[in-house]
């Protein structure tokens, strides 16, 4: 891919400022944001869980473990004490959900999560709470049913998990740079020091995708940030490794259950 090409899992170049608090004034803090293309977030951690909603654009959570990648209408929850880092591919609205720590129901692991309808318009109604909201009154109801809304959110596979080994850790690297390279595995085996029955065993093991279906993923991921800002489905396909733009489409909807279309269409 072009080196300038602003993509998911692309190191962005404007850092993001994470605001500092001792504690959370009520049980959920809102923080409302808009962002510049490519703004980014060191890794950090806090002592209360993150929603990490952006109702235009795509934002992007990376942790030691992998990439979590939230298009609109799905959000990155982040527990408790996860160092993290987030970005934005093009430019972004972002809504958070600062949740304590404790708070029963939510997950206790970083995923992707769906947005429904409802969830939407209560995140967005939290949002425009002030910060020392009435606890005893509608604005603390509100709260309460937005996180009894968010305990039921679906997950959604928007995650690229990543093995631990360094071997394999050099080739995700290298194929996420360049996501068309086409080597088979047993070439990679040979450029990382692992026979292509090893490779496959390992990266089986501590992503629990096969490579392929890891690569796929990657691809296809690597596609949300491009369609966002509307790029034409014929460029993405070629840029990803695509023979075509059907059989983008069709690896597409069989990964996501929606088509680029349906993914992108406005609420």
Known sequence: MPPNRQTALRRPQAERRVPRLAALPRPVLA???????????????????QLSYAIEGVLQVETADGCFLAPPERAVWV????AHSIH??????????????????????????????LLRELV???????EHYDEDGPP??????TLDQLAQARPAALDLPLPTDARLRRLCS??????????TWAQWGEAVGLSERSLVRLFQAQT???????????????AL?????GTKVAAVAAECGYASPSAFITAFSAEFGLTPTQMFAAP
């Open 79 to 82: 527990p408790a004490a996860l």
């Open 31 to 49: 923080r409302v944001e808009a962002l510049a293309p490519g703004a980014w977030s060191a890794p950090h951690t806090h002592p209360w869980g």
């Open 88 to 117: 934005n591919i093009g430019p972004a609205q972002m809504r958070s959900l600062y949740v304590q720590a404790g708070t029963p129901g939510l997950p206790a692991q970083c995923q992707v999560l769906e947005i429904s309808p």
């Open 174 to 183: 290298a194929l996420q740079a360049d996501p068309a390279d086409a080597r």
């Open 140 to 145: 603390g109801r509100l709260v309460a049913v």
């Open 208 to 222: 629990g995708l096969a490579p392929g279906a890891w690569r796929r993923r990657l691809r296809l991921l690597l």
């Open 225 to 229: 940030g491009p369609l966002a800002a």
């Open 124 to 130: 967005l109604a939290v949002c425009g709470l002030p």
